[in-house]
């Protein structure tokens, strides 16, 4: 079945970086577009952003254009968030998402804080 399992987050200063990682399992992982979505507490699960199957085209929320980066590796099965300039209001649970066969798949998250 499909499995995503996220990493790499943790506490962080504002200003600081962060790199999240994605493994996927259970479909045919180089057919598909990846998306990173948070959830703030209190808060509903926002996009982040999005990286078509092949890995040329992506999309980003406003408020983290200039600072996220998407990527993939497809032999790995793996998506990554490289997150830069890190403010206290991007502190949320990061999911990676894919639909499959129009369902929604989602990991467990990883928390992101940041906080001096």
């Known amino acids: 079945q499909v499995q995503l399992v996220e990493s790499g987050g943790g506490l962080v200063q504002p200003g600081g970086s962060l790199r999240l990682s994605c493994a996927a399992s259970?479909?045919?992982?180089?057919?598909?577009?990846m998306n990173w979505y948070r959830r703030a507490p209190a808060n509903e699960r926002d996009f982040v952003a999005r990286?078509?199957?092949?890995?040329?085209?992506?999309n980003y929320a406003d408020s983290v254009k200039g600072r996220f980066t998407i990527s993939r590796d497809n032999d790995k099965n793996m998506v990554y968030l490289e997150m830069n300039s890190l403010k206290p209001e991007d502190t949320a649970e990061y999911y990676c998402?894919?639909?499959?066969?129009?369902?929604?798949?989602w990991g467990q998250g990883t928390q992101v804080i940041v906080s001096s």
């Open positions: 990286i078509g199957s092949t890995g040329s085209d992506t």
């Open positions: 259970g479909f045919t992982f180089r057919t598909y577009a």
């Open positions: 998402n894919v639909v499959v066969w129009g369902r929604r798949y």
